[in-house]
Every structure is written in structure tokens, then in C-alpha cells.
């Protein structure tokens, strides 16, 4: 009997707050529509949806809706208490409850994240090491998810079960030394491995051993504000050297043409490598701090004004093969910027095709020099000379090798 | 215990006069000295700043989900930096570094760590004042005077600071890089040395009130967890927050006086730069030193403002508080030595980059031991929903979330291909964002009627929670998969690359929650406003909590007891004990008037009292608990 009359009770109450609510917005609604009307008869709402008014009143209507509500909400809990009845709403069971709803809609909102906006990310990794951070990326994914959902579970859950009900005591419970030894230890060993996994990957990343009949290709990337500069070595296969003092309206790297490596060195609108050869890439920045970002190989590396850094890496996937992997005839691999370095730093891009060795060695071959008759000029180089300045051969390249280790070292 | 016995005979006469200064308004609002005026200074100062901030944030996600439309408001506000209704590119910059510097700074630092340390440290710990209240006065001033500086920035012709809230050398260091580091980083050092001062200031007092002002019988395993907490933020501080003003001083040399630390082998368009033999990575060093303990200047006393709530609302005692002191303990040690993990992609010598992940992975142990000790606490609990619970249960899911992208971010090979993309601004929001605020909004929520003696209304509460809670995950929790397909951060439009242009409705999304998640914030200003004159009266101890700040009078007084301070005999948790009537058992409570309720443990191994214990036990039989 006096749950049927609680129940109606609160019924007729509900009915009463929405009534009002309704009839209030309704209202206003109308008289703001005739007002409306009267104004202007066409009702081409297109400008109307760009003014700030229209959405300053907008707010200004849910603001008072809100505020019917409360009220009403108030009300009605007056009432009750001013019938000696028990309390209306029991805000303890609405927060529980919306806790457990927040857990389910979540948790649906997670697998749909994880599902439709996880099919939109990078595809599969194109370099040799880039293969080794997704397989790791993928074993930390794994444990993190289970982690994630399964303290979410017991955080919303326990929210629900043990909200307030006004006849429980809780329960004394101020520690367990048993339970505190297993979550510190269970996390530090997981932990450990991960660590162990992430060293391993870096070291190898980082300290290659070079194998003498494998050479990398050495490909110069200098950052500036807001542009990449490309050096291919030319024939001799060494980047010749540069000097930011040289830099002036015609040599824009600041090229030492005074270094015999430096005469057949390439200039080059993008970045062709050949598939399953090592390429060692040597970053330098001419102004500001900036960032070589080449997210399908899973490489990045700051590029720093006065310091020269390294990265080594294998693509193991063309341009093409992407292509018919990713289904889209568009894709291209590309660098970009990723450290802030000014206004222009959200379009710094250069593309990058990863090809075959003949289609490599074709492309390379039609790429002009950096040594330009200005240049010559400047240098006080014979003028007619012939491009292909004598193949200074490996004697030179031997002596450099030395330099060319792959740690990073500052220039100096 | 023998202190039961005890009757507190320090003399408190000298503090009588207290009453008695002649307060002017000058004195009691403005250039106040009394640790409570001085925190709700802290707190509104705050609170604006958030606002601001807030509203920042919104102006630049305006700009990532409509790159193209022109809104003509913008305009009018904005003048020149948005011609045509459109944020420029270097202004762009100029939003998210003030959005980043103001949050971090201004709000989850000195908001955060002002407003509460302030309050509760002689509150919660027995004692009438800061150890130092002018220094006290002196640090929000200082405080003050950085905000206005910040703020003063967007009103002169270059524009605020833009070169990122981490302004690396050298974007930071030439004007002719970028607009906002001519006049704006001037303000914008200036600013943050007035700062760092404010900030050293208040942590000097904050660590020498907590060793040397606590009451007859609080003992430092007798503080609440929040003690614990702002106690280790100020030690933190102290020693972290002089590295930076060492670093920022040394950028203004290189900006105005022509040293070279920061610069070398520089060259602008054509024009090569003198400065040599510097090094920008010095910089970082010197930031991240500071930087990384910072998050955890941010994010410690939001987790003891949690434990504090959590505990109460849960009517349990905090599991293993123990457990949580070492932890808090680990995180400050360990905070020290993890700053690399901001640098791995620098170009350092990769050697570092595999210790720096050793020491980031292992910070994570002491984090999940709080979270799983905050879980414990809540099972078989008697969980009252007041708004300060509803938040410090969302601090924990947010700790949570970014927790765990954290170990990806701290495993250096997998940052190669995550760093500085959307999934770091993902991490770092949720971890330290939303978790701090959401503490912020617990403590404010909780103690509001310790400093305004006025209750604010729940339900509004709970509106602003909801709403809050739900659209901070929908904006953040995107933001990962753009990361993972590495968009970077800080770019000013998706336009420029074909590979972006997906996540453009994404983007469009995002901006919505956000923008629904600031106007819910209307909710909570409406509501604390509102509620400082038209409030209901607040009790004098509204959450039925133990810890000693419920024992002063609802009326502020200055000196916060009218008689003597009260003895402490306990520790802060004893919620829901067995054999007590009551659920709760103030700090005050003699173990000599809960002989029902006492356990072995209580006494610390004092064997007298362990004796009068059984003494009383023989003689009654207690009815078996049912």
C-alpha cells in the first residue's frame, strides 16, 4: 500500500516537473517564434546559426531550463519533507546507478574507439625496427587494456554496490599487508619485462653494428624554418662538409666546397630510397630547433642547431606495396615537423618514395649537384669542369668511416 | 597511550591577543594575513585564471575543427591576431602556450597547492597560522603580480609568448623567429620568476609549519593524508623550482645580453648569428629538471585531497595508509631522476635514453599502489555521493586512462614514433589535467564550507560533475588514435596534409565536447559564487569528518581556535570502527572514551595502555559484533 502510494506519489511529481517544464519552454519558444514571424518572413535560418546571439540565447535557455528543473526539484522535496515523508530522490541510488551506466555506455565507447577510430591509424611499420616497437606497441596495448578495463570495471562497480543505502556500516578494513605486497609486486614485474623489451629495442635502434658489405646509404636532412633540405652524397658516397658561416643568398646549406666530397653531393625535391638497404640518416637544423618525424617507419629525431644526430633504419616496404596494402592508390610515406618551430611549422612536409634498387640507382642519377657556376665562382672552382669532379674513391671514404659511427656526437 | 591522562598544559596565552588587531578592510581582504583569506585568494586568483585559460583553449580548438570558416566575433575581440574572423597561424601558438603555461602555473600549481596547503596545513595539523604569514601574504602577491604580468602580454603589439609552455631555445630566444618572442617572452620570464618566487615562498612555509607547528600529539604518522601530500609537493618545489629560475635567467641572458648558452651555429634567413659554443639541449635539461617533478607538484596534492575525500565519503579508513605515505615518498625521490623521458628524441647520447626509461617505468609501481589502495578503500564501503566524492572518484579513472599511456610514452623506443603527436597531449590531459583539476574541484567542493561557512548546492554539483567528467573523456580520449597516427601537436591546421584530413570531423567532434564541457563550468561558477552569499549555512562539520579543521567554529576567527588547540590522539582514519557507536571518531577522541572501539594496534605498542585496554575488556563483556 504505501509502495503503490510512493510510487504514484512520485509519478504524479515526475508528470508535474516535466508538465511545467514543457509548457514553460513551449512558451518561450512560441514568443520567440512570433517574434520571429513578425520580424522577418523569409526563414532562411542559415544566417541565423552563425550569429553569437543565437547561441548566447541558446545557452541562456538550457541555463533556465536547468534552472526550472532545480526548482522543481525543490519543490517537490519540500513537499515531501513538509509531509514527513521519507526523501524523494535518493541521490546516492541516482549517482550509483549512473556510475554503473557510465561504466556500460563506456565500455561500448571504448570498443567503438578501439574498433572504428583504431582502423584509422598508421598502417603497418615500413623499416626493420619499426616492425619491433608495433610488436612491443601491441604487447603493451594488450596489457594496458586489460588493466584499464578491468580497474574501470572495479572502480564503477564498486561505486554502484557499495553506494549508501543508509542501513549499512562499512567496513574497517585499514590494511592488508599480503594484498599491498601483491600490487606492488605483480606491477613491478610486469613492469620489469616491459622495461627489459623497451631497452633491448632501444639498443638496437640506436647501436648498430655496421656490416662493411651492407654500407648505408648517407641521406642529409637540414631543417630550417619552414622547409627540409635534402643532401643526397652523389657517387662517393660521403656527405661532404658544411659550414653555417658559408651560408649566404647562393648556398643556402653552407656547403664547404673546399671539401672535395662536397663536389658531386646531390640536391633532391624528395626522399627515394631503395627497399631493404640501410639507410643512416644525418640530421642537422640551420635555425631553430625542429623535429624529423617519419611516422610509417617509426622514426624521430630533433634536429639541433649546432649538434648533428643520426638515425639508421631499413625500409622494408615500397611505396608501391603500400599502395595495394593500405587500398588506397593515393597513400605516400612522408616527413614532417614535429617540434614547434613558428608559424609555418604545421606545413612541413617533404614526401618520401621508397622504391626498387634499379629504380633507386635510375632516380638518383638524374638528380642535379649542389655546385652550381655561381658557386664555382665563389669557390674559385674551375667553371667548365667536369661534373663527375674524379671519384675521390674509398681511400677518402675509409678515413671518414671512422667519424661515422652510430652514436650520436655532437658536432664539434 | 599515555597521553589519555595527560591534560594539555602548553600555554597558549600568547596568541590571546589575537583577537584584538584592529582589521581594516586593507588588512583583512587584501594584504591579509591569515592563512584562510590568503587561500580563498589563492582559490579565485585561480579560478579566474582557469577560466581564462579555459576560454583559450576553446578560441584554438574553434580554430582545429572549422580551419577554414571565418567567425567574425573573433574579430571584434581580437583585432589584428584574427583578420577576417580567423586565428593567425603565430597567434595560434601564442593560445596554446598561455592555455599551457596558465594551466600548469597558474592553476594546478599555485590554484591548486595555494589554495589548499594554505588552508588545510594549519588546520588539518593544530596550529594558528602559517609559520611565516607574511611570507605567506608576500608569496600570493608575488603570485598575483606573475598573473597580471602573463595576462599584460596580450595587450601589447607582439603578442604573448608562443614558442610552446616548454619554450625551448632558440624559437624562445630570437625574435626574429617568431613574434611572440620579442616583448611577450620578456613578460612571459619575468612572469615566471615572479613565480617561481611565490612559489618558493610558500613551499619554505609550508614544509617549516609542517615540522614545527603540529599540535600536542600529532605526530607525523597521525597527519591526514593531504598534510602528507602538500608537504612533499613543497619539498618538491623547493628543490626543483630553482632550477628552472637558473635556466630562465640564463635565457635572458642570451636574449638581451648577447651570451651564447642556449645558441650556437644559428642562422636566420641569411644573417649567421655570432653565438657559439651553446647548446639548446641544455635547456631542456634545465626545464625537465624542473618540468618533470612539476606534473608531480601538480598531481600529488590532488591525489592527497582524494585520499582525504575517498576516505570520508567511503566512511573507511584510507587502505593502507602506510603504503600511501611511501608511495607519495617514492614518487618524490624518484620524480627527480626521471626528467630525461622528455628528451629522448632529443639528439641526446641514446645511453640516457635507457636509463631514463628504467627509472619513468619504475615511478609507475608507487602510482599503482594508490590507485589499487584507493580501490580497496572503496570496497564494502558506505559511499555518499557528495559532489567532492563524485570528483575524487573521477581523479581516479583519470589517473587510470593516462596513467597507462603513460607506459607507453616512458618506453623510449615506443616515444620515438609518439612523441610530441596528439597521443603525449592525450596522456598528459588526462593524467595531470583532468586528474588535478578533478582533485581541485573535489577540495573545493569539500572544504567550501570550511572557508566560506556556507554549503553549495549539490545538485548543481552533480550537474557539473556529469557533464565534466563525460565530455573531458570525450575530448581526450580521440585524441590518442590521432597520435597513433602520428599528427603531431601544436600544428594550426589538419589542412596541409592529406593523411590529416580524416580526423577533421574528428576534430569538429572534440571541439564540441569541449565546448559543452567549458559552459558546464558555468554550473560550478554559478555555484560557488552564488553560494559565498546565498549559500544555506554550512554546520560545523557537514561531511561527519575526523580531521581537526571540523573543530574550529563555522566562524572564521583569526588564530582559527577560540581556546586552546585542540590534542590529537589519533590517526585522521578511524571511520566505521568496530564497537563505536558513531561512525566516525574525531582526531580529538581520547582512546580512553572508545574503550568499546579500541583494537591492539591503537596503542602503538605502549604496554600500559594496552593494560588498562584488557583491565576494561575483563571487566565488559563485549556483545559479540554482529
Redo the contacts between chains.
Keep these: 500500500m504505501s509502495l503503490r502510494k510512493f510510487i504514484s506519489n512520485k509519478t504524479i511529481a515526475a508528470l508535474a516537473v516535466i508538465l511545467t517544464v514543457f509548457a514553460s519552454t513551449s512558451a518561450f519558444a512560441q514568443a520567440a517564434g512570433a517574434a520571429a514571424e513578425t520580424v522577418a518572413k523569409p526563414i532562411d535560418m542559415g544566417p541565423v546559426y552563425k550569429t553569437?546571439i543565437f547561441y548566447t540565447m541558446a545557452?541562456l535557455l538550457?541555463?533556465l531550463f536547468?534552472a526550472i528543473i532545480?526548482k522543481a526539484?525543490k519543490v517537490y522535496e519540500l513537499t515531501r519533507e513538509a509531509q514527513d515523508q521519507p526523501k524523494g530522490i535518493n541521490?546516492?541510488t541516482?549517482?550509483?546507478v549512473?556510475?554503473a551506466l557510465?561504466l556500460i555506455v563506456?565500455l561500448y565507447?571504448?570498443y567503438w574507439?578501439y574498433t572504428v577510430?583504431?582502423k584509422?591509424?598508421?598502417p603497418e611499420a615500413a623499416s626493420e625496427h619499426?616492425k619491433?616497437?608495433d610488436q612491443?606497441?601491441n604487447i603493451?596495448?594488450i596489457?594496458?587494456t586489460i588493466?584499464?578495463i578491468a580497474?574501470?570495471i572495479?572502480?564503477f562497480v564498486?561505486?554502484y554496490i557499495?553506494?549508501?543505502?543508509g542501513k549499512?556500516?562499512?567496513?574497517?578494513?585499514?590494511?592488508?599487508n599480503a594484498?599491498?605486497r601483491i600490487?606492488?609486486i605483480v606491477?613491478?614485474l610486469v613492469?620489469t619485462v616491459?622495461?627489459l623489451m623497451?631497452?633491448l629495442?632501444?639498443?638496437s635502434?640506436?647501436?648498430k653494428i655496421e656490416d662493411p658489405n651492407n654500407k648505408p646509404i648517407n641521406i642529409e636532412i637540414t631543417s630550417?624554418?619552414f622547409a627540409w633540405a635534402i643532401r643526397y652524397p652523389g657517387a662517393d658516397g660521403i656527405v661532404g662538409l658544411k659550414n653555417?658561416?658559408l651560408?649566404?643568398?647562393i648556398n643556402a646549406l653552407?656547403i664547404d666546397f673546399k671539401d672535395k666530397n662536397t663536389l658531386d653531393d646531390q640536391t633532391a625535391d624528395e626522399m627515394v630510397i631503395p627497399v631493404n638497404k640501410p639507410v643512416r640518416l644525418i640530421?642537422t637544423s640551420?635555425?631553430?630547433?625542429h623535429?624529423f618525424?617519419m611516422?610509417?617507419f617509426?622514426?624521430?629525431?630533433?634536429?639541433?642547431?649546432?649538434?648533428t644526430?643520426y638515425f639508421e633504419f631499413t625500409p622494408t616496404i615500397t611505396t608501391e606495396e603500400m599502395k595495394a596494402k593500405t587500398n588506397d592508390p593515393?597513400f605516400?610515406y612522408?616527413f614532417?615537423?614535429?617540434?614547434?618551430?613558428?608559424?609555418?611549422?604545421?606545413?612541413m612536409?617533404k614526401e618520401v618514395r621508397v622504391v626498387s634498387q634499379a629504380e633507386y640507382e635510375a632516380w638518383v642519377k638524374k638528380q642535379g649537384t649542389y655546385l652550381t657556376d655561381d658557386l664555382r665562382k665563389e669557390f674559385n672552382l674551375p667553371v667548365a669542369a667536369a661534373p663527375a669532379a674524379v671519384a675521390p674513391a674509398d681511400s677518402v671514404a675509409k678515413d671518414t668511416s671512422a667519424v661515422k659511427t652510430n652514436?650520436?656526437a655532437?658536432?664539434k | 597511550m599515555s597521553t589519555i591522562s595527560l591534560h594539555d598544559t602548553h600555554n597558549h596565552d600568547s596568541h590571546d591577543d589575537h583577537g584584538h588587531h584592529k582589521e581594516t578592510f586593507l588588512t583583512k581582504y587584501v594584504f591579509s594575513q591569515d592563512h584562510k583569506m590568503i587561500a580563498k585568494q589563492f582559490l579565485i586568483t585561480g579560478i579566474i585564471m582557469a577560466v581564462i585559460a579555459m576560454g583559450l583553449s576553446i578560441l584554438f580548438r574553434l580554430q582545429l575543427a572549422w580551419p577554414e570558416k571565418s567567425f567574425p566575433?573573433l574579430e571584434t575581440f581580437l583585432g589584428s591576431w584574427a583578420e577576417g574572423g580567423r586565428i593567425?597561424?603565430?597567434f595560434y601558438?601564442a593560445l596554446v602556450t598561455i592555455h599551457g603555461t596558465i594551466m600548469v602555473f597558474f592553476v594546478l600549481t599555485a590554484g591548486l597547492s595555494g589554495t589548499f596547503s594554505n588552508l588545510l596545513i594549519p588546520l588539518q595539523i593544530g596550529a594558528r597560522d602559517m609559520a611565516s604569514p607574511f611570507l605567506n601574504m608576500l608569496s600570493y602577491w608575488f603570485f598575483f603580480g606573475a598573473c597580471v604580468i602573463m595576462m599584460s602580454s596580450f595587450f601589447i603589439q607582439t603578442g604573448p609568448a608562443s614558442?610552446?609552455w616548454t619554450i625551448?631555445p632558440?624559437?624562445s630566444a630570437?625574435p626574429t623567429?617568431?613574434?611572440g618572442s620579442a616583448l611577450g617572452m620578456t613578460l612571459w620570464l619575468i612572469s615566471m620568476i615572479m613565480f617561481v618566487a611565490s612559489s618558493l615562498m610558500g613551499g619554505i612555509n609550508y614544509v617549516s609549519t609542517v615540522l614545527n607547528m603540529r599540535t600536542k600529539g600529532m605526530d607525523l604518522w597521525k597527519m591526514p593524508l593531504t598534510i602528507w601530500a602538500f608537504f612533499l609537493t613543497a619539498i618538491l618545489g623547493v628543490l626543483s623550482f630553482p632550477v628552472l629560475v637558473a635556466g630562465v635567467v640564463l635565457l635572458i641572458f642570451d636574449r638581451s645580453f648577447g651570451t651564447s648558452f642556449y645558441?650556437?651555429?644559428?642562422?636566420?634567413g641569411?644573417q649567421?648569428l655570432p653565438n657559439e659554443g651553446?647548446?639548446?639541449?641544455l635547456w631542456q635539461h634545465l626545464f625537465w629538471f624542473l618540468g618533470h617533478p612539476e606534473v608531480y607538484i601538480v598531481i600529488m596534492p590532488a591525489l592527497g585531497i582524494s585520499s582525504e575525500v575517498i576516505s570520508v565519503n567511503?566512511?573507511?579508513?584510507?587502505?593502507?595508509?602506510?603504503?600511501m605515505i611511501y608511495s607519495l615518498i617514492g614518487i618524490t625521490v624518484l620524480s627527480f631522476i626521471v626528467w630525461g623521458h622528455h628528451m629522448f628524441?632529443?639528439?641526446?647520447?641514446?645511453l640516457l635514453?635507457?636509463v631514463f626509461?628504467?627509472t619513468t617505468?619504475?615511478i609507475?609501481?608507487p602510482s599503482?599502489?594508490k590507485?589499487?589502495?584507493y580501490?580497496?578503500t572503496?570496497?564494502?564501503?558506505?559511499?555518499?555521493?557528495t559532489p567532492a566524492m563524485?570528483f575524487a572518484?573521477g581523479l581516479?579513472?583519470f589517473f587510470?586512462?593516462g596513467g597507462?599511456?603513460g607506459?607507453?610514452l616512458g618506453?623510449?623506443?615506443?616515444d620515438?614514433?609518439l612523441?610530441?603527436?596528439y597521443f603525449v597531449v592525450a596522456h598528459f590531459h588526462l593524467v595531470m589535467g583532468s586528474a588535478a583539476i578533478f582533485g581541485m574541484l573535489a577540495g573545493v567542493y569539500h572544504w567550501y564550507p570550511k572557508m566560506f561557512g556556507r554549503m553549495m548546492?549539490?545538485?548543481?554539483g552533480?550537474?557539473h560533475f556529469?557533464l565534466t567528467?563525460?565530455s573531458a573523456?570525450l575530448v581526450f580520449?580521440?585524441l590518442h588514435?590521432l597520435g597513433?597516427?602520428?599528427v603531431?601537436?601544436?600544428?594550426?591546421?589538419?589542412t596541409?596534409?592529406?593523411?590529416m584530413q580524416?580526423?577533421l570531423t574528428?576534430n569538429v567532434f572534440v571541439t564540441w565536447a569541449a565546448i559543452i564541457g567549458a559552459?558546464a563550468q558555468?554550473?560550478f561558477l554559478w555555484n560557488f559564487f552564488y553560494s559565498i552569499f546565498k549559500g544555506k549555512k554550512a554546520p560545523q562539520n557537514p561531511w561527519e569528518a575526523n580531521t581537526l579543521e571540523w573543530t574550529t567554529p563555522v566562524e572564521h576567527i583569526h588564530g582559527n581556535w577560540p581556546g586552546e588547540i585542540p590534542t590529537v590522539y589519533r590517526w585522521p582514519?578511524d571511520?566505521?570502527?568496530?564497537g563505536s557507536d558513531v561512525?566516525f571518531i574525531p582526531q580529538t577522541v581520547p582512546f580512553s572514551q572508545t574503550m568499546t572501539s579500541n583494537m591492539p594496534h591503537d596503542f602503538e605498542g605502549n604496554t600500559e595502555a594496552e593494560r588498562i585496554q584488557r583491565e576494561w575488556e575483563a571487566k565488559n563483556p563485549v556483545a559479540p559484533e554482529q
Design positions: 553569437v545557452f538550457v541555463c536547468v532545480g526539484l541521490w546516492n541516482v549517482n550509483g549512473l556510475f557510465f563506456g565507447g571504448v574507439e577510430h583504431g584509422m591509424i598508421l619499426g619491433k616497437i612491443m606497441f603493451t596495448l596489457i594496458t588493466v584499464f580497474t574501470h572495479i572502480l564498486f561505486a557499495y553506494r549508501s543505502t549499512r556500516k562499512a567496513y574497517y578494513y585499514p590494511h592488508n594484498l599491498e600490487w606492488t606491477p613491478a613492469l616491459l622495461v623497451g631497452f629495442t632501444w639498443r635502434i640506436f647501436y630550417s624554418q653555417y658561416k651560408i649566404n643568398s653552407g640530421l640551420k635555425d631553430v630547433l623535429s618525424y611516422p610509417h617509426r622514426i624521430q629525431l630533433n634536429t639541433v642547431p649546432g649538434m644526430s593515393k605516400a612522408l614532417l615537423c614535429a617540434k614547434i618551430c613558428g608559424e609555418g611549422h604545421y606545413k612536409q652514436q650520436l655532437l658536432k | 566575433i593567425k597561424p603565430d601558438l614558442a610552446g625551448y632558440p624559437l630570437l623567429a617568431i613574434k645558441l650556437s651555429d644559428i642562422v636566420m641569411t649567421v651553446g647548446s639548446p639541449i567511503s566512511r573507511k579508513p584510507i587502505f593502507g595508509y602506510h603504503a628524441v632529443t639528439g641526446m647520447n641514446p635514453g635507457g626509461m628504467i617505468l619504475i609507475a609501481v599503482a599502489v590507485t589499487f589502495n580501490l580497496a572503496l570496497w564494502r564501503g558506505n559511499i555518499r555521493f563524485l572518484i581516479v579513472s587510470i586512462s597507462l599511456t607506459i607507453f618506453n623510449a623506443s615506443l620515438i614514433n612523441h610530441d603527436t548546492s549539490s545538485k548543481l552533480y550537474l556529469w567528467f563525460i573523456y580520449f580521440p588514435f597513433l597516427d602520428g603531431p601537436r601544436r600544428y594550426y591546421a589538419f596541409e596534409f592529406e593523411f580524416k580526423w574528428v559552459l558555468v554550473a582514519y571511520y566505521s570502527k568496530p561512525d
